[in-house]
Structure formats: structure tokens, C-alpha cells
Nanobody
Framework: QVQLVESGGGLVQAGGSLRLSCAAS????????MGWFRQAPGKEREFVAA???????YYADSVKGRFTISRDNGMNTVYLQMNSLQPEDTAVYYC????????????WGQGTQVTVSS
């Protein structure tokens, strides 16, 4: 089992920045990928960014050039640096993790709220 705890959400004005953190504990050595998803009110959860255990990173088109995913200490902590935030980035952001044996993300955090005011 893997436990994920997000932090760093909050309220920011348009054009501002926030850095989200996701602390993983448990069998993190089994993880092949960690990612960030978000869900805005009335919308489906969507992919934001992901990073693999060998360092490859992936982004949704809507955040490319503005968000950066990174990790340290193996797959124990993952960050999402969010710059040039816009009101449409307002959502609950979830950290997720996928084991090497899984085809889908199978561990999720509780989410952290990001609100961008115009």
C-alpha cells in the first residue's frame, strides 16, 4: 500500500504561482509513475501532469509551459510548480500514483483546493 498526502493549495490571484507537494509513504519503491489530476466543479477529473520513476514527464496541453512537475528522493515526494495561474485552473488537485504492475493509477490522495481569482 501507498499513502499520498497533498499540500500547498490555496487562494491566489490570476498570474500568480503556487507549488503543490505530494508526500508518498509506504511501498514507494513499487511505483512507476506519479501524477497530478484536477477536478473543477461540475466537471470530470482531468489529467494535469505526470512523472515516471526514470524521470520522464508529461503534461496536459492546457498547462504546458506554465506547470512543472518534479520529484526528489526517488518517488517519495512529487511537486507541481504552477505559474501564470488563471481562473480556469481553479479545481481540487489530486496526487496519484501507479505501481509498476498496474495500468491505471491505483493510489490517490485526498486532494487540495486551488482557487485562482480574477
Amino acid at each position: 500500500q501507498v499513502q499520498l498526502v497533498e499540500s500547498g493549495g490555496g487562494l491566489v490571484q490570476a498570474g500568480g504561482s503556487l507549488r503543490l507537494s505530494c508526500a508518498a509513504s509506504g511501498r514507494t519503491s513499487s511505483l512507476s509513475r506519479m501524477g497530478w489530476f484536477r477536478q473543477a466543479p461540475g466537471k470530470e477529473r482531468e489529467f494535469v501532469a505526470a512523472i515516471s520513476h526514470i524521470g520522464g514527464s508529461y503534461y496536459a496541453d492546457s498547462v504546458k509551459g506554465r506547470f512543472t512537475i518534479s520529484r526528489d528522493n526517488g518517488m517519495n515526494t512529487v511537486y507541481l510548480q504552477m505559474n501564470s495561474l488563471q481562473p480556469e485552473d481553479t479545481a481540487v488537485y489530486y496526487c496519484a500514483a501507479r505501481r509498476q504492475s498496474a495500468v491505471m493509477y491505483d493510489f490517490w490522495g485526498q486532494g487540495t483546493q486551488v482557487t485562482v481569482s480574477s
